[in-house]
């Protein structure tokens, strides 16, 4: 078992299928069925399941590859110092945030990165929450910002800050700062579609109080329950952040009063990031503007669960 083979599982595990991973290695597909067949000879089992849904690991090849993932990043990590003499902090690092948190979080992180570690590449994943947890602890990502996790043995949990939602749309019954969930039931809603938080947190928040919500349109996507909120169709509940980057003075943002609906925003972290140099300065770099943006009031509908540094 060497690296090149390790790299070649790691491929095919990732791209889900040996045509795939044949063309991104630049080598023939044939040539690479014989370097999986020798690795299972080696392990003395099968490691994929082959199929026309293309490839799987099996329950001994997805241990494989989470292991071979940590060897190839420390030489990865090791070849990158030698090269330099020194420890520089280099090489891609696979950063993953709900959309609301992108829209307010990812360019300044990304400019902040740029700025002091201009030898690292940062790439920004958008995805629900449920599936950038899972993603980390399957070593799929680095890091990511996550909704409501709880600890887990497969990668670390680093809690942030609580997010409130809130009532987004048009000004109602003039000058507001505050909104009940009845009031909010009697209002056309354009909501998150499932799997979300959001979506959860409402549902039960509506179920709880004995509440029928008026539903007129879900979506995954945040951008277009703005446009329709813009365009007159209803309301949303969303965090605060969902509205950073808008230039648009007629959306609000209404505090419900009578509920408690927040969400725990946590940092997750495999276990294989926490062993690159270049993934801890993200990790550091991210928990510091957490806390400035929310100190200054760039973050907004958020209390802080870390003590400042």
């Not at 330099?84 to 829209?103: I, L």
């Not at 007159?232 to 648009?248: C, F, K, Q, V």
């Not at 690159?276 to 209390?303: D, F, I, P």
Request: net charge neutral; aromatic share 4%; hydrophobic share 45%.
């Amino acid at each position: 078992m060497d690296l090149r083979q390790l790299r070649y599982f790691v491929s095919i595990v990732e791209m889900q299928s040996l045509t795939a991973a044949a063309d991104a290695l630049h080598i023939s597909q044939p040539s690479l069925s014989q370097h999986v067949s020798n690795l299972e000879a080696e392990v003395g089992a099968p490691l994929l399941i082959r199929g026309r849904q293309g490839a799987r690991p099996t329950e001994l090849g997805q241990v494989l590859y989470l292991q071979a993932k940590k060897v190839l990043r420390q030489m990865d990590e090791t070849k990158a110092a030698l090269r330099r003499k020194k420890e520089v902090p280099s090489g891609k690092v696979r950063f993953g945030m709900p959309t609301s948190c992108s829209r307010l979080l990812a360019l300044p992180l990304v400019k902040e990165i740029q700025a002091a570690y201009p030898d690292i590449i940062l790439e920004i994943i958008e995805a629900s929450s449920a599936d950038l947890a899972e993603a980390v602890a399957q070593q799929r990502l680095d890091m990511a910002i996550a909704m409501d996790v709880d600890g887990r043995t497969d990668m670390q949990v680093v809690n942030l800050l609580e997010e409130h939602l809130m009532l987004v749309g048009r000004p109602i019954g003039g000058v507001r700062r505050s909104i009940t969930l009845a009031e909010v039931a009697e209002l056309p809603l354009l909501l998150p579609s499932f799997p979300n938080s959001i979506r959860v947190l409402t549902d039960r928040a509506f179920a709880a109080a004995g509440l029928k919500k008026s539903l007129v349109a879900e979506s995954s996507a945040v951008s277009f329950l703005l446009a329709a909120i813009r365009d007159g169709m209803g309301w949303s509940i969303l965090p605060w952040s969902s509205l950073a980057g808008e230039h648009d003075d007629t959306l609000i943002s209404l505090r419900i009063s009578d509920v408690q609906l927040t969400r725990r925003a946590s940092l997750c972290v495999s276990d294989s990031a926490r062993l690159s140099l270049a993934s801890t300065s993200v990790e550091t770099s991210v928990l510091a503007l957490v806390e400035r943006m929310v100190q200054s009031a760039k973050w907004e509908g958020v209390e802080l669960l870390r003590p400042p540094a």
